[in-house]
C-alpha cells in the first residue's frame, strides 16, 4: 500500500467514524439546536471532528438530564417559558406534575415513553363508562324510528327581512340571559316528535355529577312548563 492509498484509506475511515457520532448526536441530543450543530460540524470537519467530540461532545449530552433535574428549581422563573426550555418542562409535567401534553413527540424516547404510561395507568384507573356510545346508538335509533323533522320555527336563525315575516327566531330564548344560564322550559324537539332521552350518564365519576346537573334542569323544565300551563288555563277557570 502506497502512503497515498494508506491516507486515502485514513481519511475514509475518519469520515465513516465521524457519520457514526453524528448518528449518535441525533440519536443522544434533546434539542434541535445541539443536534443540527454537532451534525454540521461533524460533517463539515470530519478531520478532526472525532477527537473533539471524544473530548467534548460526551460531556454535551449527559448534561441534558442534569438540566432537566435542575429544572424542578427553575419551574417558577421566566426562562421556562422559552422555546429552547421546552422539552424540559414537557419531561417534568409528564414526570412529576401528571399534565396532558405530547410529550412523546417533544421529548421522543426514553422520556416521551413515560407519558404513554401515564395514560395507560390513567385509563386504567379512571371510572368506565359506555354512556356515550350508548347514546349515540339511541339516536341512531331515534332518526331510524322517527325519521327527520322541520327544526322549530323559534330556533331557526333570521338573518334576512322574509324569515322575520314568517315567524324565524320569534320567541327564542337566549339561554345565557335566562337565571343560571338556562333557559328553563324551553323545548328544541321538533313539535311532531316526543322529546326523548338519549343520554343516560352513570352513577360513576364525573357522570355521577352530570346526572345530578341534568336530574336539576329536568326539575327546572317541568317547573316552567307547570307554572305555564297553569297561566294559560287560568282565565278559563276564572270564567
Known amino acids: 500500500m502506497t502512503e497515498n492509498e494508506f491516507l486515502f484509506v485514513l481519511y475514509l475511515g475518519i469520515q465513516i ?12 441530543a434533546r434539542t434541535p439546536q445541539g443536534s443540527v450543530g ?26 441534558y438530564i442534569t438540566a432537566r433535574r435542575e429544572m424542578h428549581r427553575e419551574i417558577a422563573s421566566l426562562r421556562a417559558l422559552t422555546a429552547e426550555n421546552a422539552p424540559r418542562r ?9 399534565g396532558r401534553v405530547a410529550a412523546f413527540e417533544r421529548l421522543g424516547s426514553p422520556e416521551g415513553e413515560l407519558a404513554l404510561v ?5 385509563l386504567a384507573i379512571a371510572p368506565k363508562s359506555n354512556a356515550v356510545y350508548r347514546a349515540a346508538g339511541e339516536a341512531r335509533r331515534f332518526v331510524r324510528e322517527h325519521g327527520t323533522q322541520a327544526v322549530p320555527m323559534h330556533l331557526r336563525n333570521a338573518p334576512t ?20 344560564a338556562f333557559a328553563a322550559g324551553e323545548r328544541y324537539f321538533p313539535e311532531a316528535l316526543p322529546e326523548a ?8 365519576g364525573q357522570e355521577a355529577r352530570i346526572a345530578e346537573r341534568m336530574a336539576e334542569l329536568q326539575r327546572l323544565n317541568r317547573q316552567a312548563r307547570a307554572a305555564a300551563a297553569s ?9
Open 118 to 122: 401515564q395514560a395507560v395507568l390513567y
Open 197 to 204: 332521552r338519549l343520554y343516560r350518564p352513570t352513577e360513576r
Open 90 to 98: 414537557t419531561s417534568v409535567a409528564a414526570e412529576d406534575v401528571g
Open 17 to 28: 467514524v465521524a457519520v457514526l457520532f453524528a448518528l449518535r448526536a441525533v440519536k443522544t
Open 231 to 239: 297561566s294559560e288555563s287560568a282565565p278559563g277557570d276564572k270564567a
Open 161 to 180: 327581512k322574509l324569515m322575520k315575516q314568517i315567524g324565524a327566531a320569534q320567541g327564542y330564548r337566549y339561554a345565557h340571559d335566562e337565571p343560571g
Open 38 to 63: 454537532w451534525v454540521v460540524f461533524l460533517f463539515a470537519a470530519p478531520h478532526i471532528a472525532v477527537p473533539i467530540y471524544l473530548f467534548l461532545g460526551h460531556k454535551r449530552y449527559p448534561g
